[in-house]
């Protein structure tokens, strides 16, 4: 079983930024593809960042890309969203999520992943 943590979300102000975490303990593995996850309320959980097991290849939803930067550290068994220029529209709760085994076409999807963390709550305020 692996356990995954999310830590680093808060309360921010438009154009701010945040660094998110997601802390793996358990039966952790340098194999394990990794991604980022959002949701808001009534509205269905949605893919911010993929990266894969040694963090070579990597994929950031359109609204997030030219903002967010994914990317982990297998030796801290850590996985990190930085979130530049944040919008209002960026709120939600962040998830952090594993997968055993991902092919490509299904990074996108949660469906996808086997690990899910209890999530961290981002805030922009206008």
């Known amino acids: 079983q692996l356990q995954l943590v999310e830590s680093g979300g808060g309360l921010v102000q438009a154009g701010g930024s945040l660094r998110l975490s997601c802390a793996a303990s358990g039966r952790t593995s340098p194999h394990y593809a990794m991604g980022w996850f959002r949701q808001v309320p009534g509205k269905e959980r949605e893919f911010v960042a993929f990266?894969?097991?040694?963090?070579?290849?990597?994929l950031l939803e359109d609204p997030v890309k030219d903002r967010f930067t994914i990317s982990r550290d297998n030796v801290k068994n850590t996985m990190y969203l930085q979130m530049n220029s944040l919008k209002p529209e960026d709120t939600a709760v962040y998830y952090c999520?594993?997968?055993?085994?991902?092919?490509?076409?299904?990074?996108?999807?949660?469906?996808?992943?086997?690990?899910w963390g209890q999530g961290t709550q981002v805030t922009v305020s206008s």
């Open positions: 999520a594993a997968a055993q085994k991902a092919y490509r076409s299904t990074w996108r999807s949660s469906g996808a992943y086997d690990y």
């Open positions: 990266i894969g097991a040694q963090g070579v290849n990597t």
